[in-house]
């Protein structure tokens, strides 16, 4: 059973510390070793010390099943490291980025953690994020856009027509890597809208000269990004009236202070044949929140987007508040 590093180093924290505590990740090692004769328990709870005389028998089992065991027990002496599962990982972290090549000056989040870290989906602790250099990490998100008309993406002397691209394509998107080269918008935009779901990105009608994007849900990263390209422009907000509605337009105006949330009354219309029955968690902050939200959580209702996304009165509505 001692294939696995998290049971190897139970042995070797053993040995070297003369006791070892039970910890998530090595509970059958622990379990095999208090059972047997050459340890006992202390006082401490879920603890057991190395008998004296049993030292030997110790280190032939080491010897046996992590023959090398010697130098990385001198591997971890030497970066001030214990012989313990949180060690060890950073034992490894550290002999990856000795090994880490000349990396570009840009990388997938992906592709640079996969470079510093067991595998692509690992996590990018500050140890592994050091071994990157200078290297900038990207996710490599993508906003997609209805360009209103006379709407321009440019980079130096380069222009594109947003607009001629939407007319073949039906919409346009810009990538964060884009953005980090430069790109910028240009034309008269009168406000962008902020919409949560596919089906009103594409159906709804919006006022003249507004620019419509797709958010869905938490992934904002690049709308971030995008966002700071809209200065002095109105930015709407329209998404579902839930908690996962008031949880994202909160997480937005984070990014965006100045973001606005219109709930047309006319919406309260559909209340009785359509909302649908759905809890509201008592923590949930909806102060400040337009009236008909509150009226939905104080009946323990929902409604989505899509139920207005075409109604002709959508628009006069949305052109009133970002005129507001």
């Given at each position: 059973m001692w294939e696995r590093d998290e049971d190897r180093l139970a042995l070797l924290e053993l040995r070297e510390a003369g006791r070892l505590r039970r910890r998530t990740g090595q509970g059958e090692a622990w379990t095999l070793l208090d059972q047997l004769p050459w340890t006992r328990r202390t006082g401490r709870r879920d603890e057991f010390e190395l008998v004296p005389e049993h030292q030997g028998t110790l280190v032939e089992l080491l010897d046996r099943v992590w023959p090398d065991w010697r130098l990385w027990s001198q591997a971890l002496a030497d970066r001030a490291l214990g012989p313990t599962p949180t060690d060890w990982r950073r034992l490894q972290d550290l002999l990856r980025a000795d090994g880490v090549a000349d990396l570009p000056e840009r990388l997938n989040r992906r592709t640079a953690t996969s470079a510093v870290a067991p595998h692509s989906k690992s996590s990018l602790s500050l140890i592994r994020r050091a071994a990157l250099g200078d290297t900038t990490v990207t996710r490599d998100g993508i906003v997609r856009l209805r360009p209103p008309s006379d709407l321009r993406f440019v980079r130096g002397d380069a222009a594109i027509e947003a607009t001629e691209i939407a007319g073949i394509l039906g919409e346009v998107a810009i990538t964060e890597r884009a953005m980090l080269d430069g790109t910028v918008l240009d034309g008269a935009v009168r406000a962008?809208?902020?919409?949560?779901?596919?089906?009103?990105y594409q159906d709804l009608e919006p006022p003249d000269h507004w620019l419509v994007v797709h958010v869905p849900g938490w992934d904002t990263a690049t709308v971030r990004l995008f966002l700071g390209l809209l200065r002095n422009v109105p930015v709407v907000h329209f998404g579902d009236l839930d908690p996962a509605g008031v949880r994202i337009f909160r997480h937005l105006?984070?990014?965006h202070s100045d973001l606005k949330w219109p709930v047309p009354e006319f919406w309260g219309e559909h209340i009785e044949k359509r909302a649908l029955p759905g809890e509201w968690p008592d923590d949930l902050d909806l102060d400040g929140t337009p009236a008909l939200i509150r009226e939905l959580a104080s009946r323990g209702l929902w409604l989505e987007q899509e139920l207005i996304?075409?109604?002709?009165?959508?628009?006069?509505?949305?052109?009133?508040?970002?005129?507001s």
């Open positions: 962008a809208l902020l919409v949560e779901n596919l089906g009103p105006r984070r990014i996304a075409v109604d002709p009165r959508l628009r006069a509505a949305l052109e009133a508040t970002g005129e």
